[in-house]
């Protein structure tokens, strides 16, 4: 599902209009984004957590060459799947 289908399909479920239903999914995204910039973290029960894991810098190799680099320290967004979400998938 691409974000065209999932306005879409938004829109069909919660009864809006297309432009509404992207509105609220870039004003969803946009908060999620800005709090994990914060450092935060958005936990929705029975969904799943958003939040930011921090990578340390590590030696790696060039896969081509074979030499050692530095790999710089960064962060990542991740996602944790709540457990009632992975109970529904498992059923």
Do not use: H, Y
């Amino acid at each position: 599902m691409n974000k065209t289908e999932l306005v879409a399909a938004i829109a069909d479920q919660a009864g809006l209009s297309k432009k509404d239903a992207e509105k609220a999914l870039k004003a969803f995204t946009d908060v999620v984004e800005a709090e994990l910039k914060k450092g935060g973290k958005v936990q929705l029960v029975g969904f799943g957590t958003f939040e930011v894991s921090e990578r340390s810098a590590r030696e790696g190799r060039n896969p081509q060459s074979g030499e050692p680099m530095k790999i710089a320290a960064s962060k990542a967004p991740k996602f944790k799947a709540g457990k009632a979400l992975k109970d529904s998938l498992n059923k």
